[in-house]
């Protein structure tokens, strides 16, 4: 069945630190890929989604590639704020799957002054 | 506009109790679901309402029970839960099954 494996935190970074989550996926067919973002006491937001192979998507200075040959969507930041701490959740949907979302682990980022 | 709407923020019950989540949007979504997430764990799917009609249900026990009265509110509707289904309820929603999906803030569930 289709799956995520996410980089496991906690992980802790200095202000204006480059940032790397791993993302890697198992699924047949053609997923779309996503991350989302989870701040504290708060539900998920949307940061970003590729919906085909080398699809880049961005946002906030967030950027993912959807890489088919290595079944991976990692998570990159160039400079993180100490605003970007949270919870952040890659995804997949499979095709045909219903709307189904595959969560990974979760990894907590902690930036620091 | 991306909002998806929960109520309560916070709900406390008790193990007899009978109780209510509320979700609504307005983005004109025809897809609609509940997820369940407990601390520190990613959410997991309990169902999707597709059009109004109950599309997936993940075998969740009977104790939960969604109605989706109209395209716009999805509600989740709690009998006899038990203390492990303290938890994150979130409810999200999408133009069809096959879009991005736009999650809600969430119900805080305690369970005494």
């Known amino acids: 069945g289709n799956s995520v494996t996410q980089m496991e935190g906690p992980v802790t970074l200095s202000e204006e630190a480059f940032l790397t989550i791993n993302c890697t996926y198992t699924?047949?067919?053609?997923?779309?890929l996503f991350w989302y973002v989870q701040y504290p006491g708060e539900g998920l937001q949307l940061l970003l989604k590729?919906?085909?192979?080398?699809d880049k998507g961005s946002n906030k200075g967030f950027e993912a590639t959807y890489r088919k040959e290595t079944t991976s969507f990692h998570l990159e930041k160039g400079s993180v704020q100490v605003s970007d701490s949270a919870v952040y959740f890659c995804a997949l949907r499979g095709y045909n799957q219903g709307g189904k979302l595959i969560f990974g682990q979760g990894t907590e980022l902690s930036v620091k002054p | 506009d991306t909002e998806v709407t929960q109520t309560p923020k916070h709900l406390v019950m008790g193990m007899t109790n009978k109780k209510s989540l509320k979700c609504e949007q307005h983005m004109g979504h025809r897809a609609m679901y509940w997820y369940k997430q407990k601390a520190k764990k990613p959410p997991e799917l309990m169902f999707v309402y597709s059009y109004e009609k109950l599309s997936i249900n993940e075998s969740v026990p009977s104790r939960f029970s969604p109605e989706c009265p109209n395209s716009s509110l999805l509600n989740l509707h709690l009998h006899a839960l038990q203390p492990e289904d303290s938890a994150l309820y979130l409810c999200?929603?999408?133009?069809?099954?096959?879009?991005?999906?736009?999650f809600g803030p969430g119900t805080r569930l305690t369970v005494l």
């Open positions: 590729a919906t085909k192979a080398d």
């Open positions: 699924a047949t067919g053609y997923p779309s």
């Open positions: 999200a929603s999408s133009q069809g099954v096959v879009d991005t999906q736009y």
